[in-house]
Structures are given as C-alpha cells and as structure tokens.
C-alpha cells in the first residue's frame, strides 16, 4: 500500500478501495487490505473470504480483509486500524463481519457495516465523510448503531439457552462514550439518538430505552461491556520504528524513532486517550492546556515551539520526524 503523509497522521488514503461485491474466493487476486491489526491478545482467529473459507490464527500488524469474520475466544480482544482511521475492538467471547466496506476519499466517501453476532465490540469513528452514502453502522441480529463521529460500544444479552431473536429474551446494548457526535440506534422498528456519555437497551423485537447518563449506578452489563472491550493503544515493547520496519507498507502510521525532537509549531490539538496522557505531557516542552473530553479522551493544546521527543505514538496518532 502506499501512504499519504499527514501532518499528524499518515494514511492510506491514495485512491479508492471498493470491496463490496467481489466473488468468492476472488481475495488473493482482486481484494486489498483494509486495514491491519494493532493490538492481539489472547486466542484470536479470523475467517477469510474463500471456497471454503479459511480460518487462521490472528497476527499483531496482520492485514484486515472485506468480508473477514474476525472471532474471539475467552480472555481474548483484538484491534483493528481501518484505512479510513476507524478503530475497531473486538471483546472476549465475541465474532464481527466485515459485512461491507468502501473507502473512497477522493470522494469523501466512506461506508462501513460491521455485523456483531456474538459478545461485544467497541468502535471509535473520528472522521466524518459526507460523500453520497457515506456510513458507519455496527448491526446485531435485531438491532443496529449508525455513528456519526463518535467512540461506541455495543453489545449482545443473550438469553439463558445463548440465542438470540424476536422470540427470545435478550437484547442489544449501546454505549456512547465519546465527547461528541451522536449514535443512531434502530430496533423494534424505532430509532433513538443517544448522545456522548449516555447509554441504551433494546430487547429483542423493543424499541430502544431512553438514553440514560453514563453514570456510578449503571447496570453491570454496561460497565461490562465497557471494560471489556478496553484494550491498551500499545500492544508490545518494540519501539514504533521497529514495527515500521517489520511490517513495511502494511501500518498505515509514519513513525519515527530517533530522540530528535518533533516540532509543534503547526499543531493546534491532539487528542489523546487518558492512560498515555502523563508520558506525553512529561515530553513536551512547553506542556501542554489540558481539558477533558469524555471517558477516555483528553485534548493538549500544544504551546507554539513546542516539542515531542521522537518515537511516540498515541494509537493511531504518530508524529513524523524532523529533517
């Protein structure tokens, strides 16, 4: 893949990758890699398009692929990085479709549907596109979640037998846990907006609760979900650079690595998940205005002149070196 270098990410952005209709079996000649894998962790495998399809075990920095049914097994998460800057993580006990995926950003288009069968998945979509049918839903067996730029978790209750319809007992949950942007959640029929820091049920066959705030006494499936669905930004100790080196064109980051420092002069913000706020804060120079943003995010306003030491990235934000 080629990369188109941001100035504060670097994506994969040159082109359009279109991979919704292809025949089966057709990935090894006609698809291309949607994204990659950032963080493994447990037992993992991923089911890739084929006659038959064939299941392997899932790599850290291995490549994400349109129809792909990615499943967890107990005490396993797994994160991907999709071209478009979306970041999915999959829960424990858990198995997500690529259901359908088009990334055309010279169109400003991007439309993904993720299918959740089982267990939980957390979503976070930081980029909007308004091209003609652009979209980010997660779907479950009787509901699903259209976000407009926003961090979300969803997930399936299943009733006593493990089954799920209009019939049985159980349920989807979605939790909006961003700062902004609205999530649209459709079932029995209806759709409810839920707003930042505010979370709703729907059982199967119902219209979805009212959002209710994010708050101390939530029930434990939400908190559940939440925390399950958690996954640190930093999968192993190997330096940015050397996983640049090991997966070549597959990350769609620029790191960097030396101890030079970057410069900041031309950044306004960075956001930031909250468990790597500290480090960063201790390398720049001046430090950076810090306000809260949500559960799990901050934003720096960075002083002009500042700098950030080399070899940092904060998931998929990466700083590039200075000549």
Request: aromatic share 4%; charged share 15%.
């Amino acid at each position: 893949m080629r990369r188109k270098i941001r100035q504060i990410v670097a994506v994969l952005g040159i082109g359009a990758v279109l991979t919704t209709g292809l025949p089966v079996g057709a990935q090894d000649v006609a698809q291309k890699a949607i994204g990659f894998y950032m963080t493994v962790i447990g037992k993992t495998t991923v089911a890739h398009a084929g006659r038959p399809p064939v299941t392997v075990p899932v790599k850290l920095r291995a490549n994400v692929y349109f129809k792909d049914v990615i499943e967890t097994q107990a005490a396993a998460r797994a994160k991907a990085l999709f071209e478009d800057d979306s970041l999915l993580t999959v829960g424990e006990n858990s198995r997500v479709e690529v259901s359908e995926y088009i990334y055309d950003p010279s169109n400003n288009r991007r439309s993904a549907v993720l299918r959740l069968v089982q267990g939980k998945a957390r979503a976070l979509v930081g980029r909007l596109f308004v091209g003609l049918g652009s979209r980010f839903e997660v779907h479950t067996p009787t509901a699903s979640t259209a976000a407009r730029g926003t961090y979300f978790v969803v997930w399936i209750e299943e009733n006593s037998s493990g089954k799920l319809g209009k019939n049985e007992t159980g349920g989807t949950g979605i939790a909006n846990i961003g700062g902004s942007g609205i999530v649209a959640f459709t079932s029995g029929g209806r759709t409810v907006d839920v707003p930042p820091q505010t979370f709703s049920f729907a059982k199967a066959g119902d219209p979805p609760s009212p959002p209710a705030p994010l708050s101390d006494n939530v029930p434990a499936s939400v908190t559940a979900a939440i925390a399950d669905t958690e996954v640190a930004d930093t999968p192993t100790s190997e330096l940015p650079g050397q996983v640049a080196a090991a997966v070549g064109q597959a990350p769609s980051l620029l790191v960097a690595e030396s101890s030079a420092l970057l410069s900041t002069s031309n950044l306004s913000t960075l956001t930031l998940p909250t468990s790597t706020l500290a480090s960063v804060q201790a390398s720049l120079t001046p430090p950076p205005v810090v306000s809260g943003s949500g559960l799990n995010a901050v934003i720096g306003t960075l002083g002009v002149g500042g700098g950030l030491p080399g070899g940092i990235c904060v998931g998929s934000i990466c700083l590039p070196k200075l000549p």
